[in-house]
């Protein structure tokens, strides 16, 4: 989470300094807590105890066992004893955990925005690695979007 924060930061001090916008309109800045909320709604409707039987995916995220593994494959790789296991998608907090695993480690950043850095942390965790490079994506990174507008900071 540490890392998350300071991306973000760092995004908003980049964006400022360019006198770009960081937003879906010119006056509205989302914060990471607002980005995840909208990725929750449009996976879940924020419904906790929701299971996709066709996917195998569980929980608030609808995290399948390839992300779990995927979220542990990182943790190894940067050298940290925690592992996550199949139970930890029906957790809130640990989902959302995971989340932030996979978003620490999505390529950015001093050239971008920070709707660029969620569209990208999106669309990875809808399309996998190659997120970005699939365009069947796109579709939802504009759900996220239509959420984000929710917030009412139109």
């Known amino acids: 989470?540490?890392?998350?924060?300071?991306?973000?930061?760092?995004?908003?001090?980049?964006?400022?300094?360019?006198?770009?916008?960081?937003?879906l309109n010119k006056d509205t800045i989302y914060t990471w807590k607002e980005f995840v909320s909208a990725v929750i709604m449009v996976e879940s409707t924020n419904n906790p105890k929701a299971y996709n039987k066709r996917e195998n995916a569980v929980g608030i995220l609808?995290?399948?066992?390839?992300?779990?593994?995927?979220v542990n494959r990182?943790?190894?790789?940067?050298?940290?004893?925690?592992?996550?296991?199949?139970?930890?998608?029906?957790s809130k907090e640990k989902s959302i955990d995971m989340f932030e695993i996979?978003?620490?480690?999505?390529?950015?950043?001093?050239?971008?925005?920070?709707?660029?850095?969620?569209?990208?942390?999106?669309?990875k965790w809808n399309g996998g690695y190659r997120g970005m490079e699939k365009t069947s994506t796109i579709k939802y990174w504009n759900k996220i979007k239509k959420e984000l507008i929710k917030?009412?900071?139109?």
């Open 102 to 123: 996979i978003a620490e480690n999505v390529r950015c950043c001093e050239d971008m925005t920070r709707l660029e850095f969620y569209e990208r942390v999106a669309r």
């Open 62 to 70: 609808q995290i399948r066992p390839i992300m779990v593994r995927e």
């Open 151 to 154: 917030f009412g900071k139109q």
């Open 1 to 23: 989470m540490k890392k998350i924060k300071l991306l973000i930061a760092m995004l908003t001090i980049v964006a400022i300094a360019k006198g770009g916008s960081i937003t």
């Open 74 to 90: 990182v943790l190894k790789m940067n050298n940290s004893n925690d592992r996550y296991t199949l139970l930890d998608r029906w």
